[in-house]
Every structure is written in C-alpha cells, then in structure tokens.
C-alpha cells in the first residue's frame, strides 16, 4: 500500500511551476503594459503635451487648479521631445527586461528564477520606505505581490537545489 501524502514532491513541484508560471504572466503583463506606454509617450512626440494633459483633465472633469491635477499639468508642461523620447526607451528597455524575464520564468530557467529574486527583492526597501511615510492600500498591496513574488521564486530555486543535490545523490 502507498503512502503518499498530499504534499508528495511530485505535488509540490507541480505547484510550485504553476506558481512560476503565474509569476512569468504577470511579468509578461507587466512588460506589454509599458511597452505600450512607451508607444503612447511617442505619441505624443511633436504635439504639445501640455495641451493633451488639459484635454485629459477636462474629459475627467478634473479641476486644473486641485493639487494633483496640478501636479499632472506641470508635468506634462516641463516634457520635451527629447525627454520624451528618452522616457520611450526607458519604458522599452524595462519591457524587454520584463518580457525577456517572463519568457525565461516559463521555459523554467533557473537564470529567471535569479533574476526574478533579485528585481523583486529590490523594490522590497523602497515599499517598506514608503510604508513608514504613510500606510495605504496601494502600498500595501504592492509590498504583498512583491514579497510573494520574491517568496515563491526563492521557493523555486530552493526547489531545484534540492532536485539537483538528489540526481546528483542518485548518479553517485
């Protein structure tokens, strides 16, 4: 009679891929999400941003003179087709960094797992910064997906250890 348990290697390993995989889609979302942001600041290359900004405002009813509304304009006024352009191809760079991260996370490379620990892990002292400047639930939220990002790719790796350090065991 066999005594598997739930919790079986087998079991595990299949959650912890899924969770991988999970992992890699919202990388991949991630990545296409600024990579058409990245489109969308080339739009707006030789057109006045300034005046779109206001458009935006104006189809939100949004009052200009509010401080984040504010804020938004004043923003929009100080871009250059230089600076946009430059912002363009920081948001490319970041979405083929996201997008290349993702592929490797579902092809379970373990240099994805790597990389996957090591950009999340980055973010974590800048949200807990943040956190310690006002609690809120955005903040909060993005502390969470960060830390078990970072939990589940660490999980993996420790995963693949193990399953290495045992093939290794059973050639010997």
């Known amino acids: 009679m066999s005594s598997a348990s739930p919790c079986s290697k087998p079991a595990r390993r299949s959650f912890a891929a899924r969770a991988v995989r999970t992992v890699a889609l919202f990388e991949a979302a991630k990545g296409m999400l600024v990579l058409l942001s990245g489109f969308g600041l080339l739009t707006l290359v030789h057109h006045r941003a ?82 310690t400047r006002g609690v809120t639930w955005p903040k909060l939220l993005a502390l969470t997906v960060n830390l078990g990002i970072v939990a589940v790719m660490a999980g993996a790796l420790v995963l693949r250890r193990r399953a290495e350090v045992s093939e290794a065991g059973a050639e010997d």
């Not at 946009?84 to 083929?96: Q, V």
């Not at 379970?108 to 943040?130: D, K, N, T």
């Open 50 to 131: 300034a005046h779109v900004a206001a458009a935006i405002l104006h189809r939100f009813h949004l009052n200009p003179a509010s401080r984040y509304p504010r804020i938004f304009l004043d923003a929009a006024e100080s871009l250059t087709d230089g600076r946009l352009w430059l912002l363009a191809l920081f948001a490319f760079g970041y979405a083929a960094m996201r997008l290349v991260e993702a592929y490797g996370l579902w092809r379970e490379r373990a240099w994805a797992e790597w990389f996957a620990v090591a950009s999340g892990g980055l973010y974590v002292p800048i949200e807990v910064y943040e956190l």
